[in-house]
């Protein structure tokens, strides 16, 4: 299949990003011809574009910043400038009948890329990864943006849910075009291992540190301040507690803001944004790992952390019951209750022979469904939707 990728990718920071760049590396494994639209930011690109070396072409248009808070709507001028954008890109290319399917890579690209599509008469693909479902079943987007998404969704040949709850939350908004495909990761890169000596000491972590981890674009909806105020109430119990936040973010500043307040900034670690690449190490450091989002779709971090054998703890939510059994392959509390959470952290800290069951229970399940499945199935869908 001759494939054309409208969505966010590397740098853009977040899961949408690291998802598209696994979709399409595994699709051109395949030996699908991929040519990649996506947006950077013009200090992105003075950096060096990461994906310059990419197994496929990417078409880069610039935007003023990167939105990863999609479950709020972006103002009308990014809007504007992110759909010429993608218009400048894509239209030639289907203009000269060099496509054959076009994938979009979240919800908010629904106002302007299956549109786009018809136009041309090519068969349109939308994944929705969540973030702006739970704006729209939230009241988050106003009447007129809301209808616009809504009709966007429905005009795809096909919308992928990228976990099983998110599709049933789609089909409560009258979408009728639905599929499941639950998120995976390569078990081969994501797997345990012992923690990286030289890159603990590098982090400032000493050998009988329990550490913690966190791993995100420290957004409101993944509530990351709950990371720092249930290891405060946790150190008391358990002193030799190290939190490790891994990803970069609008929570950051508060987050130093609260260590301070509290006092727990000497066991506060911090890795900024880090490449992919960085992640299995950073995994492999941590004891446990925390995620105490309000909402998820299915979150990459959990899946990698499982597939790390390391001990998973997350808000007991939709998404993280669909990968979690409490108890035997990592552990729930309810949402923004940091005295559970604190309970959980401690429990886990104490107890070595926990872990190691936990993660090895959550590495086994993790082992059960593989990227190449998930590859397998957006083949079928995409196969469908041009038949």
Known sequence: ???????????HPGGSAMLGLDLLLGLARRGHAITAVAPITPAARAGGDPLAGAPFPVIRYEIPRFESAPN????????????????????????????DLVVAGRETFATHVPALARRFAVPAVLLAQGCTTWGLLGGEYP???RRALLDGLAGADCVIAVARHLATALRALGLTR??????????????????????RTALGLDAADVVVAHVSNLKDIKRPLDVVRAAHA???????????????????????AECA??????????TGWVTRDAVPDL??????????????????????????????????????REVIEDGATGLLFPVGDVGALADCIVRAAADAPLRAALGARARAAAEVRGLDDALDDYERVFAGALG
């Open 1 to 11: 299949m001759r494939i054309a990728y409208a969505g966010t990718l590397p740098p």
């Open 283 to 320: 995994l492999r450091l941590a004891d446990m790992v925390v995620m105490p989002s309000a909402a998820e779709a299915l979150a990459l971090a959990y899946l990698e952390t499982q597939a790390c054998g390391r001990v998973l703890i997350a808000s007991d939510i939709p998404a993280a």
């Open 72 to 99: 709020r709507p972006a103002s009308e001028e990014f809007r504007a400038t992110e759909t010429d954008g993608v218009a400048r890109a894509l239209s030639p290319l289907l203009a000269a009948g060099r496509i």
């Open 178 to 199: 639905v599929e499941a495909i639950p998120n995976a990761v390569d078990a081969r890169v994501f797997a345990p291992g012992p923690a990286d000596a030289a890159l």
């Open 261 to 270: 307040r509290a006092g727990i900034a000497a066991r506060v670690r911090y």
């Open 234 to 256: 946790a150190l008391a119990r358990h002193p030799t507690l190290a939190v490790l936040i891994v990803g970069d973010g609008a929570g950051r500043a508060p987050i130093e």
């Open 143 to 145: 009447a007129a943006l």
